[in-house]
């Protein structure tokens, strides 16, 4: 398998345009999440799923950010209009259940 | 206060020491992760374990429960341990992975 692939690797965008990252998790796997990781603030969790279904997305910063899992296949990260401050790293990573968390690579945003 | 606490924050170790990196929790959990994350950004995750110990190569990850606390060792530790060691819990009515600061490790030749 080739693990956790995440696209686009990096991302630089204007201020108010919309950014949509992208995820495919291991096959097999259940549960997916979405963390963001700055600077200050460390690793965040922001939205999990288990079976394509949200289950706890309290950590969404505000309405400008969206996910969604339509298969078990993928998942998108969007947020629209984008701002400076959600520049970050953000990491998918998926598990089965609540086994060990395999992360992708991370795509790095910057928003100018 | 942070639910997940890591000490110390910061390593700096010479080639070959005995290294450990300690995580205490104040929530119920299901299980506790060990992860590394390289300079380059990359995640990997180490261990997950809910009760007792593990080895990987010259890596051992224990936890008490009672105690909430877990300790992650290096041994024989070398230049390329050099990396942040994140401690994360599954806690809360979702499991939902809680992350400690980070251990920000320096090995030294």
């Known amino acids: 398998d080739a693990g956790v692939i995440q696209s686009p690797r990096h991302e630089v965008t204007e201020m108010g345009q919309e950014v949509t990252l992208r995820c495919k998790p291991i096959?097999?796997?259940?549960?997916l999440f979405w963390y963001r990781q700055t600077m200050m603030r460390g690793l965040e969790l922001l939205i999990y799923?288990?079976?394509?279904?949200?289950?706890?997305d309290s950590g969404m910063p505000e309405d400008r950010f969206s996910a969604k899992m339509p298969n078990a296949s993928f998942s998108t990260l969007k947020i629209q209009p984008s701002e400076p401050r959600d520049s970050a790293v953000y990491f998918c990573a998926s598990s089965f259940f609540i086994d060990a968390a395999f992360f992708g690579q991370g795509t790095r945003l910057t928003v100018v | 206060k942070n639910e997940v606490e890591q000490s110390p924050q910061n390593l700096t170790a010479q080639e070959g020491e005995f290294i450990t990196i300690n995580c205490s929790y104040s929530?119920?959990?299901?299980?506790l992760h060990w992860l590394q994350q390289h300079p380059g950004g990359g995640i990997v995750s180490l261990f997950m374990l809910s009760s007792g110990k593990k080895k990987h190569g010259r890596l051992i990850a224990t936890i008490n429960i009672q105690e909430k606390h877990s300790s992650l060792h290096i041994t024989a530790s070398h230049p390329r341990d050099s990396a942040v060691y994140i401690c994360?819990?599954?806690?809360?009515?979702?499991?939902?992975?809680?992350f400690g600061t980070g251990t920000l490790l320096a090995v030294q030749p």
């Open positions: 929530v119920g959990i299901s299980a």
């Open positions: 994360a819990v599954n806690g809360g009515a979702t499991n939902k992975l809680i």
């Open positions: 799923f288990n079976n394509n279904v949200p289950i706890d």
């Open positions: 096959s097999g796997h259940n549960s």
